[in-house]
Every structure is written in C-alpha cells, then in structure tokens.
C-alpha cells in the first residue's frame, strides 16, 4: 500500500491519506463516506445493515443532514492517530 501512496504523490496526486505509523480503516476518516441509493450517508460499506453505520443524510436539493456525535465516533481512532503521531 506505501508503494502505491508514493507512487501517487510521485505523479502529484492528492492520496488524502497522511503517514501514520499504524493502520486505519477508511470509515475512520472523518471526510469517508459512503453515499446510498437511497440518500443514506454510512462510514462502512461492509457494514450496511447497521443502524450505527447511517451517519447522515443527501437530499434531493443536495444539502447534507449530518449525525455529527455518530461521525466523531466513527473518528475516533483516527483523531487519536493525529494527536500521537
């Protein structure tokens, strides 16, 4: 995976994926989300039948409705890796 990343930044792509020194699932960061058929915002795509996953809402007129409390908990690892890093 650091071979890709590098070989992103090489090309001067934004990978969006800071050098930790341990690994993070992708729902961890706190701008990952999923966008359902239905307008559901989830963190997890393998998580689908879970209410904990829905984090949020797209509306037909494009606004976001967010659960921000389920969104930091979803972050949580993330923000720790941040702070310790």
Same mark, same amino acid.
């Given at each position: ?5 590098? +070989?992103? *930044?090489? /090309?001067?792509?934004?990978?969006? +994926?800071?050098? #930790?020194?341990?690994? $993070?699932? +992708?729902? !961890?960061?706190?701008?990952? #989300?999923?966008? *359902?058929?239905?307008?559901? %915002? !989830?963190?997890?795509?393998? %998580? ?9 809402? /797209?509306?037909?007129?494009? !606004? $976001?409705? %967010? &659960? $921000? &409390?389920?969104?930091? @908990? @979803?972050? *949580? &690892? +993330? /923000?720790?890796?941040? %702070?310790? !890093?």
């Amino acid at each position: 995976m650091k071979e890709v990343i590098n +070989y992103a *930044r090489s /090309l001067n792509l934004n990978v969006g +994926y800071p050098d #930790f020194k341990i690994s $993070l699932c +992708y729902a !961890s960061m706190p701008t990952s #989300f999923v966008i *359902r058929s239905d307008g559901k %915002l !989830s963190k997890c795509a393998l %998580l689908l039948d879970s209410e904990v996953n829905v984090v949020g809402e /797209l509306s037909k007129d494009g !606004s $976001l409705k %967010l &659960d $921000l &409390d389920k969104i930091k @908990w @979803w972050s *949580r &690892d +993330y /923000l720790v890796a941040i %702070l310790t !890093s």
